[in-house]
Every structure is written in C-alpha cells, then in structure tokens.
C-alpha cells in the first residue's frame, strides 16, 4: 500500500530535491517559461503555486517565507513586483505544462512549464478574438448604408448564330461611347509632347 507516498523524491535526497526545486522555481520566476522533464515539471508545479499564492500578499512575513523557499532575492523581488500584479485575479492554476516530446540521449519525456500570464501566443490571440466584430461579404459605406450591388446583365438565349449576337453587342457599345473627333486628339498628344 501506498500510505503517505504523495510527493515524487525524483532519485534524489531531501536536501538535493529542495535546492534542485528552488533552483527551478527561480529560473521560471526570471525567465517565466524553462524546459524540463514532464516529472520535474509536476513536483515544480506542486513546490511554486503555492509561493504565487503567498505572493498576491505582500507582507514582510510572506515575503520572508517565500525567500525561505526560493534562496534569491532578485527572484522574490521580481515574484512580489511583477508577477502577482499579473496573476492578482487568477484563482490558481498560474502555470502550464506543454510536452515536447521525448529526450534523444535517455528517451525521458520532455516538457515546457511556463506562466500562465506571461504566454503572449495564448492569451492576446483570445483577447483579439472576442473584441474583433463578424464582417460580412457585403460591407457598409462610411455613412453606414449598405452598398448596393449591381447586378450582371442577363445574357438573352436566341437561337440566332454566335456571329449575329456579337454585332448586336458591339452595336450597344457603340451607342454608349460619345464621338471623339480625330483633331482634338492630335492636338492634345502635340501638347504632351510639347511639356
């Protein structure tokens, strides 16, 4: 039976998983996300949630319990500073375990741990998402109107050959065009020139 076996001792002794665990915790406390093994991610993630937790508090005594844990200033620093203004309304849960797949050399299962709060890629695209209105085909003028289409002309089926309907074309087009009397041209190319 396994009575009072909870916590995984990772192949080390006490005082090597505490200095092992506070070395981790303050990597991700500086540099927010590190890579390790998915079994050292789980026994961090247990070890600096709780010291997040404390953080949202700052006192003197939380301060100093949380450097009991983590053995630098600077991280502590930065933990009470930066990172519990960010996660002051999250209820838990501020980091997230990404697997990478396995180690070359041993095989051994690989992961990212990162901060929740800190992951640009997941938490601005969701923002975006929800402020960014639905457009549609059609769009609106600036006046806010809807843009009339024009609709194509329906091409008439007739049973005359296809050499008769191209003139019936290019006698509608002829209609449409104004004449262009050939000086007026002559005199407006002599004048480009000219410049």
Known sequence: ??????????????????????????????????QTTVAKAKALRVYVEPLITKSKNDTTHSR??????????????????????????????YTRILKTGNRLGDNAEMCLIELVDYNTTYTTQ?????????????????AGEEVVEQQPQKIESTDKPVDQVEEVQEEKTDVEQPEVNDTE???????????
Do not use: C, W
């Open 64 to 93: 100093r319990t949380v450097f009991s844990y983590l053995k630098n200033k600077y991280a502590v620093t930065e933990l009470f500073r930066d990172i519990a203004v960010k996660v002051a309304d999250r209820p838990g849960g």
């Open 126 to 142: 969701k923002e975006e998402v929800k402020q960014k209105a639905k457009r549609t085909r059609r769009g609106k003028s600036k």
């Open 1 to 34: 039976m396994r009575h009072n076996k909870k916590g995984n001792h990772l192949g080390r002794t006490s005082s090597h998983r505490k200095a092992m665990l506070a070395n981790m915790a303050t990597s991700l406390i500086m540099h927010k996300r590190i």
């Open 185 to 195: 041209v002559n005199d407006a190319e002599d004048k480009e020139k000219a410049e």
